[in-house]
């Protein structure tokens, strides 16, 4: 077994020298998500709901369930795709899959359906209302206030 001489301190590799394949049976990773870099019209912060469309490739929701929903805005990613494409101002990971944090507007609860809603860059709950592919995401925590705020999603 090789390990390093403390917890977190050495890459393998770098972003010049890269391995070429690696083979194993199982990879773990501290965070939750996985993501792709994609080109954004404008920095988004973390938890942003984007949308496929826009000026680049991705730009943030206006509309109420809207079925171009490209993902999350990652806040860390643990599986990084597409990972030279810029950087987190002008190509944010965008979580397709996994757990993340998500602006949400209104009251939610765990397990209910995420949609897009109208405010831009924010989720709503529909409930467990079956919205086809308007639906991105499910909520994994209960939050009933009505304002704006940041909960735990799995994106699907």
Not at 45 to 59: K, L, Q, R, S
Request: charged share 20%; with cysteine.
């Amino acid at each position: 077994s090789q390990f390093p001489s403390a917890d977190n301190t050495y890459d393998l590799g770098s972003d010049t020298k890269q391995w070429r394949t690696i083979y194993g049976h199982e990879v773990e990773a501290t965070y939750a998500d996985l993501a792709e870099r994609y080109a954004s019209d404008a920095p988004y912060e973390p938890g942003t709901v984007v949308v496929f469309g826009g000026e680049a490739e991705v730009t943030t929701t206006t509309l109420d369930t809207d079925v171009s929903i490209a993902g999350v805005v990652s806040t860390n990613p643990a599986l990084k795709l597409n990972s030279s494409a810029g950087n987190n101002q002008t190509h944010p990971y965008i979580a397709l899959k996994g757990r993340v944090p998500c602006k949400v507007i209104g009251p939610v609860r765990k397990g209910e359906l995420l949609v897009s809603s109208s405010t831009p860059g924010y989720a709503r709950s529909c409930g467990k209302l079956d919205m086809g592919l308007a639906v991105f995401a499910k909520a994994l925590e209960n939050d009933l206030s009505e304002g704006v705020k940041i909960i735990e999603v799995a994106v699907i």
